[in-house]
């Protein structure tokens, strides 16, 4: 929806004028590769998506935040001092607990009405979550700091460390911080190359020669909380805790080298944690890899970087499944494909693929019709382009 439509949509659902109406936004992104590593203090290659979240509000002048969503019916309301009393209702849950987490931090949280409109897919594995959550920190830390008289733009990189926390207490799910960094920190045609362990970062340009990022969804939903995402953290922690015992100098996976496991991974006996420590090792070792690749100009090897990474995530960490795996296999079988692989957590989701531009077309028809007559699902395709974090957007 355009902005004009939603202010128009805003003033249908909460009446008053135009006046004092502001707009905030924050994208989903698309992970490059790097996938499950961010919450073992890995890499990750990220990059931001012009596809956002929107939001439409203006201050209130008591203690009610109403939430209404452009795609669903409904309001829902929110005392400011109970803001911990809202776990678990049906859609708000993010909102109000980037705000109850934003309170805690010190941020003063004001009364509002506010109007979200979101083209980032929901359940796709683009982190619609962590879009929704950045552009609601951004608007309320925004609100607070024009309060106490800040003048300094809002620190996003912590906007990005709130709204995880808020996932994590609030959502129950115990992701690690890349969405959030990268709706919170991304550039327009760039890439992030994020360093987990301490958030170090860079921006990569990405120069892929006229090849096209091709987002393939698979059309089957996928929920953090039911995807077993944190048993398969806690697999991870169990297997870092043997290596620790043969390193105690290391804090996290990510600071383990491929030749360091490669010395001490005869620790692990169960076979299943050793699965998933070696996908986290080798991703991590391929992330490093790719960037150089595209640092270099060489595609064709990011993309074979991009399709290990895939098979490690079907074949160690075991969070692909049946559509996930059609979609890459047919993928693979077009001219033109340089690597696909799945994005995001997994059980369902995105595909990413770097595309030769004359290829989209028939990747597209050919792909989508393989896939639905193999899956029965009908999937959805979007060439991408990248954008930046979290902002305001000045009317």
């Not at 924050?26 to 012009?50: C, Q, W």
């Not at 996932?167 to 991304?186: K, L």
């Not at 100098?249 to 169960?270: P, R, T, V, Y």
Request: proline share 2%; aromatic share 8%; hydrophobic share 35%.
């Amino acid at each position: 929806m355009e902005i004009k439509d939603m202010i128009d949509e805003f003033l249908k659902v909460f009446g008053g004028s135009e006046e004092e109406i502001r707009v905030f936004a924050s994208p989903g992104r698309v992970n490059l590769i790097g996938e499950h590593t961010d919450y073992n203090g890995g890499y990750v290659f990220p990059a931001a998506l012009k596809m956002r979240t929107t939001i439409v509000m203006r201050k209130r002048d008591d203690n009610l935040i109403r939430l209404k969503a452009t795609d669903l019916d409904g309001i829902v309301e929110a005392d400011i001092n109970k803001l911990d009393s809202y776990k678990g209702i049906k859609w708000g849950d993010y909102q109000i607990g980037v705000a109850h987490c934003l309170k805690q931090a010190g941020y003063d949280i004001f009364g509002a009405d506010m109007l979200y409109d979101d083209t980032v897919p929901h359940g796709g594995g683009l982190s619609s979550s962590a879009a929704i959550e950045v552009s609601t920190a951004l608007c309320f830390a925004t609100l607070s700091n024009e309060a106490k008289g800040i003048t300094e733009p809002v620190d996003m990189i912590e906007m990005a460390k709130i709204s995880q926390k808020a996932e994590h207490e609030y959502a129950g799910v115990n992701c690690g911080i890349m969405d959030q960094f990268a709706s919170a920190m991304g550039k327009e045609n760039h890439a992030i190359f994020l360093d987990c362990k301490n958030l170090d970062y860079k921006l990569v340009p990405l120069e892929l020669g006229g090849r096209k990022i091709v987002i393939s969804n698979t059309n089957k939903k996928h929920s953090l909380g039911a995807s077993k995402y944190n048993e398969r953290r806690s697999e991870c922690e169990a297997g870092f805790e043997i290596l620790k015992k043969a390193m105690p100098e290391k804090n996290c996976l990510g600071e383990i080298s491929m030749a360091e496991f490669e010395a001490h991974k005869q620790l692990i006996a169960d076979p299943v944690v050793l699965k998933r420590v070696t996908h986290v090792i080798g991703e991590d070792d391929r992330v490093l890899g790719a960037v150089d690749a595209l640092k270099c100009g060489d595609i064709e090897k990011f993309g074979k970087l991009m399709n290990a990474s895939h098979d490690s995530l079907r074949d160690d960490y075991e969070v692909t499944g049946f559509e996930l795996d059609t979609m890459v296999e047919e993928a693979r079988k077009i001219d033109g494909v340089l690597g696909s692989r799945m994005t995001g957590a997994g059980f369902g989701g995105c595909t990413v693929s770097i595309v030769e531009a004359d290829s989209v077309d028939e990747f597209i028809s050919q792909v989508g019709k393989n896939y639905e007559a193999k899956t029965g699902i009908k999937p959805s395709f979007y060439v991408t382009e990248t954008g930046d974090g979290g902002k305001e957007i000045i009317l």
